[in-house]
Every structure is written in C-alpha cells, then in structure tokens.
C-alpha cells in the first residue's frame, strides 16, 4: 500500500532533480569553454550565469508551480543566490579556518548547507504561496 505524495515531498524531489541537473549543465558548459579555449574564470561565469538562469526557471515553473516573469520574485531569488554565495564564504573563509577543517570537510559542510538553506527560502519566501 503506497503513501500518498505531500506537496513538500514533491517539491523536495523537484527541487533536488533540479539541483542535479542544473550542476550537471554548470559541469560541462564549463569544461566544454575551457576546451574552447576560454580562460577558467570566463568560463565559470557563462557557466555560472547559465546555471543561475536555468536553476530559476525550473525551481520557479516546475519545483514551486510559480509563474516567472515576476521581479519580486527575480529579486528574492537572486537575493538567495547571494546569501548562498555570503554563506559559502563564511563557511570556507571562517568557520573552517577557525575549526581547522580540512578542505574536502569545508565542501562537504557547503554541499550540505546551501541546499537546505535555498529549500528554506524559496519555499517560504522566494516561492511563497500567496
């Protein structure tokens, strides 16, 4: 006898399909533009913005069923990118220092941490039902 699926189990499952799909593009745009001769940190940010665009539209229509031309939204989202991208830097550029982590330590606490810290916010705040 199989449990019926809550709306927060699903958008848990979407929101992680996403996230592996999104880093999967993230990966081999940026390995492709390092082949085609870009510079690491030119092909981190096309691959970069790429995965930030794309990670939107997905998390917006298919994870949360929100419509996506709304710039309320767009801030939030960014917003959340953000405080991801400050949360990243606290976590490699204090606590682990401070704990003296070692590195594969520091990215499994990342790797963990962000993706708890976004599910958070857009469902409660960027992708909030009205």
Same mark, same amino acid.
């Given at each position: 006898?199989?449990?019926?699926?809550?709306?927060?189990?699903?958008? $848990?499952?979407?929101?992680?399909?996403?996230?592996?799909?999104?880093?999967?593009?993230?990966?081999?745009?940026? $390995?492709? $533009?390092?082949?085609? $001769?870009?510079?690491?940190?030119?092909?981190?940010?096309?691959? &970069?913005?790429?995965?930030?665009?794309?990670?939107?539209?997905?998390?917006?229509?298919?994870?949360?069923?929100?419509?996506?031309?709304?710039?309320?939204?767009?801030?939030? &989202?960014?917003?959340?990118?953000?405080?991801?991208?400050?949360?990243?830097?606290?976590?490699?550029?204090?606590?682990?220092?401070?704990?003296?982590?070692?590195?594969?330590?520091?990215?499994?606490?990342?790797?963990?941490?962000?993706?708890?810290?976004?599910?958070?916010?857009?469902?409660?705040?960027?992708?909030?039902?009205?």
């Amino acid at each position: 006898m199989s449990m019926p699926v809550s709306a927060v189990q699903r958008e $848990l499952v979407r929101f992680a399909v996403v996230g592996v799909v999104v880093a999967a593009v993230y990966f081999a745009l940026f $390995l492709f $533009l390092v082949q085609a $001769l870009l510079s690491e940190i030119s092909a981190n940010t096309v691959a &970069f913005c790429t995965a930030v665009v794309l990670q939107y539209a997905l998390q917006s229509k298919w994870t949360f069923g929100k419509d996506m031309a709304n710039p309320a939204q767009i801030r939030k &989202f960014l917003g959340t990118v953000g405080l991801g991208f400050l949360l990243s830097g606290a976590i490699s550029g204090v606590l682990a220092p401070a704990w003296n982590w070692p590195p594969k330590v520091t990215a499994l606490v990342v790797i963990v941490t962000l993706p708890i810290s976004n599910f958070v916010l857009f469902k409660l705040w960027v992708f909030a039902r009205n």
